[in-house]
């Protein structure tokens, strides 16, 4: 029996490739879909605007990372639930309408919007104590001013505002009117505070030395405990 050879065009052989090349894509088993299975973010249901922020935050960074639909999304969250979040998520998973309704209702209802004169009042209420670092208490503070709606302050009204509930000791080396922004005043804080530890020689000089209420002027206690400030409240 001869051999027969056959012929191909070269738009038949292209043809063919293409037809190969399209049955071993069909026959590729699917990705799969990105979920929240690995992500490391958690919400127990804590009623801390600074807790429920992070949390946000991170799951809509993570989303947006690994590319997860909206609606991969709103069917995985509840894997990122423990303690009460997950109580509350069965009574109200049916009233999400899109992954980022779920993020509204968990801010409404576990972080509420406050009013502004209570945000004023967390603002004011505490002035920086001898044991508080620069960067902490700046931090915090500036976190509550950016609850304020309409970012109604500006950088120079803020600066008045945290500048006001320093403690003493940095108001007396850094003048109000050399500080030209918040990372004005925290590298000249920081640099304060080392030039601080390095003449204080430590903690064993801070024993020798109790520290002095920046309030009354006594030793032994801090502002925070001071009872002539309280009885004064």
Same mark, same amino acid.
């Given at each position: 029996m001869s051999n027969q050879v056959i012929q191909m065009t070269t738009e038949q052989l292209q043809q063919l490739i293409e037809a190969i090349k399209g049955s071993t894509v069909a026959a590729a088993p699917a990705q799969s879909?990105? %979920?929240? =299975?690995?992500? +490391?973010?958690?919400? =127990?249901?804590?009623?801390?605007?600074?807790?429920? !922020? !992070?949390f946000i935050t991170n799951v809509i960074t993570y989303k947006e990372v690994e590319k997860i639909s909206d609606e991969d999304a709103l069917r995985g969250l509840p894997l990122l639930?423990?303690? /009460?979040?997950? %109580?509350?998520? +069965?009574g109200v998973r049916k009233e999400a309408t899109s992954f980022d309704h779920a993020m509204e209702m968990i801010r409404s209802h576990f972080s509420p919007t406050k009013p502004s004169y209570q945000i004023y009042q967390d603002i004011f209420q505490d002035k920086q104590g001898d044991g508080t670092a620069i960067d902490t208490f700046i931090c915090e503070k500036r976190? /509550?001013?950016? +609850? /304020?709606p309409d970012n109604r302050h500006d950088e120079e009204t803020q600066l008045d505002f945290i500048y006001g509930l320093l403690n003493i000791k940095y108001r007396k080396k850094i003048p109000r009117d050399e500080v030209t922004s918040f990372k004005d005043l925290l590298n000249k804080g920081r640099l304060l505070e080392l030039t601080i530890d390095e003449s204080t020689g430590g903690d064993e000089s801070h024993k020798k030395n109790p520290k002095r209420c920046t309030h009354c002027g006594y030793r032994g206690h801090t502002f925070d405990n001071c009872r002539k400030r309280k009885q004064e409240d």
């Open positions: 879909k990105g %979920t929240f =299975g690995n992500c +490391q973010a958690r919400f =127990g249901g804590n009623r801390d605007h600074n807790i429920v !922020e !992070e639930f423990y303690s /009460l979040a997950t %109580t509350w998520w +069965q976190a /509550l001013l950016a +609850q /304020l």
